[in-house]
C-alpha cells in the first residue's frame, strides 16, 4: 500500500501544485491514500469549504490541520460535518471537529490523527505524547498515522521514537521546509517535516520583501503571499499488507524547472 502525505498547502500557488502534481503521481506511484496539511490552504491562514471541496476532488481523502485551523470564520460552518478534515486533539478552541478520522483502505481501518507539538507553539493544552497514548486506547485500527504539526524537530523525533511499532506514519508539518531526516524505526516511517506546497521564491511561502522589511525595520507588514512558480513537497510511504508496517519512505520534492 502506498500512501502519499503532502506538506502545508500554502494559499491559491499551494493549491494550484496539489491539483497539479496529486494526479500525476496517484497515477505514476499507483497511490491508495492522500493525506494533506491544508492549515494554510486559505491565503496563508485557515480553510474555507470551497477550497476543502476542491482539494477533495483534487484527490485528497483526509485533510490535516494546524494551528491556523480557526483562522477563517467559515471553519465553523462546516469543521463539525466535514468527514475528511482532521483538527488538532490538544489545541484550542476545543470543542468543533475532530482529531481522528478513520478511513477503509485495501481492507485496511486506517486512523489518521493530527496532534500539535508544545515548543514554541501557542494555545496547546495538553501534551501530544500524552494525547497519541489515549487516542491509541481508544481507537482500534490496522494502521495509524499521525500529523504532528509543530515548529521544533527535537519533539517530532521524540514522538516518533516513543510510538515507534505503535504508530505505523508520524510525518511533520508546519515549519514548510522539508527535512532530510526520514527514517524507518521499527516498522514506523517518519521525517520531521513534509515540506510545502507553495511560492518558490518566499519565506514560508510569503512575500520576500515584506518578511525582510519585517525582520529589519519595526514596519508593520501585512499578510502578503508571495507569487510565482511553485514547489511540491510531500513523501510516499510504503506499507506491507501483510504485516502492516512502513517499509519505505521517500521524500517528493518537486521544484519549478527554471531553479
Ligand atoms: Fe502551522
Redesign the pocket.
Known amino acids: 500500500m502506498k500512501i502519499l502525505l503532502i506538506g502545508?498547502i500554502v494559499g491559491a500557488i499551494g493549491r494550484e501544485m496539489i491539483m497539479k502534481y496529486v494526479p500525476i503521481l496517484k497515477k505514476e506511484h499507483a497511490l491508495d491514500l492522500v493525506i494533506a496539511n491544508g492549515?494554510?490552504s486559505a491565503h496563508g491562514k485557515g480553510i474555507t469549504k470551497k477550497i476543502y471541496d476542491k482539494l477533495l476532488q483534487a484527490g485528497v481523502d483526509v485533510i490535516t490541520m494546524?494551528?491556523?485551523t480557526f483562522s477563517k470564520n467559515d471553519i465553523y460552518n462546516f469543521i463539525d460535518e466535514a468527514q475528511s478534515l482532521i483538527r488538532p486533539v490538544n489545541m484550542e478552541p476545543t470543542g468543533y471537529g475532530k482529531s481522528t478520522c478513520i478511513v477503509h483502505v485495501k481492507g485496511k481501518k486506517i486512523a489518521v490523527s493530527n496532534v500539535c507539538g508544545e515548543v514554541f507553539m501557542y494555545n496547546v493544552i495538553d501534551s501530544p505524547f500524552l494525547c497519541m497514548e489515549e487516542i491509541l486506547e481508544n481507537t482500534q485500527a490496522d494502521i495509524h498515522i499521525v500529523d504532528f504539526?509543530g515548529e521544533a524537530t527535537s519533539e517530532k523525533i521524540a514522538f516518533t521514537y516513543r510510538f515507534a511499532g505503535e504508530v505505523q506514519v508520524v510525518v511533520g508539518?508546519?515549519t514548510h521546509v522539508q527535512t532530510a531526516d526520514e527514517r524507518i524505526v521499527k516498522g514506523t516511517a517518519a521525517i520531521s517535516d513534509l515540506g510545502m506546497c507553495g511560492a518558490y521564491e518566499s519565506v514560508l511561502g510569503r512575500d520576500v520583501n515584506e518578511i525582510v522589511t519585517r525582520f529589519t525595520t519595526n514596519e508593520k507588514t501585512k499578510y502578503t503571499l508571495a507569487t510565482g512558480p511553485g514547489i511540491f513537497c510531500g513523501a510516499i510511504v510504503t506499507i506491507d499488507e501483510q504485516t502492516n508496517q512502513a517499509t519505505h519512505i521517500e521524500r517528493i520534492q518537486i521544484r519549478p524547472k527554471e531553479v
Open positions: 502545508d492549515e494554510n494546524g494551528n491556523h504539526h508539518t508546519h
